[in-house]
T-cell receptor
Framework: NAGVMQNPRHLVRRRGQEARLRCSPM?????VYWYRQLPEEGLKFMVY????????ESGMPKERFSAEFPKEGPSILRIQQVVRGDSAAYFC????????????????FGQGTRLTVV | SQQGEEDPQALSIQEGENATMNCSYK?????LQWYRQNSGRGLVHLIL?????REKHSGRLRVTLDTSKKSSSLLITASRAADTASYFC????????????FGTGTRLTVIP
């Protein structure tokens, strides 16, 4: 069972370009989370998605950022018109169940995509 | 903010010593998890402790949870150079949002 796959691992974009980050959850997982990690900092929650639904996007900037998790295919985190401050590592995690219901949620993380805006 | 806070921010010990890291949080949780992150890599889940548990062991790891103080500790015994990494605690709240809130991490360096 392959782990959470993120691609690309490294992405360089010029200011004003668009960045698309992909995340394929583990097989059987229908919950996907995106986190951003700035240098020397912890992870900050951005968005939580289930298939075809955004459940919680409270951590995502209102402008330029969007996320989707279609019925088929990977979850996509899209950043339009990137700026230098978007440079960070973006991690995706997946889990199979709703933690509060079953009391157990282990999130499996991908290796991350390191976005550099030049 | 629900985000946990780890203490200390950085810890440097000799190989063979024990390392203790602490985590405090603010609101009621469903469970608390510890993750390790090697430099430039993704996160690896280490251990999960539920809110009704007080202590849990996994190999050289020992985690305690005190819900009355809203704090947890991670103890790594007989540390090895390979334990050098950043360690994060993450809390899952009871709201059912199924989200993890991470602290800022403790950077552990184990000197061979």
């Amino acid at each position: 069972n392959a782990g959470v796959m993120q691609n690309p691992r490294h992405l360089v974009r010029r200011r004003g370009q668009e960045a698309r980050l992909r995340c394929s959850p583990m097989k059987g997982h229908s919950h996907v989370y995106w986190y951003r990690q700035l240098p020397e900092e912890g992870l900050k929650f951005m968005v939580y998605l289930q298939k075809e639904n955004i459940i919680d996007e409270s951590g995502m900037p209102k402008e330029r950022f969007s996320a989707e998790f279609p019925k088929e295919g990977p979850s996509i985190l899209r950043i339009q018109q990137v700026v230098r401050g978007d440079s960070a590592a973006y991690f995706c995690a997946s889990s199979p169940v709703v933690g509060a219901v079953l009391g157990k949620t282990e999130a499996f993380f991908g290796q991350g995509t390191r976005l550099t805006v030049v | 903010s629900q985000q946990g806070e780890e203490d200390p921010q950085a810890l440097s010990i000799q190989e063979g010593e024990n390392a203790t890291m602490n985590c405090s949080y603010k609101t009621s949780i469903n469970n608390l998890q510890w993750y390790r992150q090697n430099s430039g890599r993704g996160l690896v889940h280490l251990i999960l402790i539920r809110s009704n548990e007080r202590e849990k062991h996994s190999g050289r790891l020992r985690v305690t949870l005190d819900t009355s103080k809203k704090s947890s500790s991670l103890l790594i015994t007989a540390s090895r150079a390979a334990d050098t990494a950043s360690y994060f605690c993450a809390t899952e709240t009871q709201t059912g949002a199924n989200n993890l809130f991470f602290g800022t991490g403790t950077r552990l360096t184990v000197i061979p």
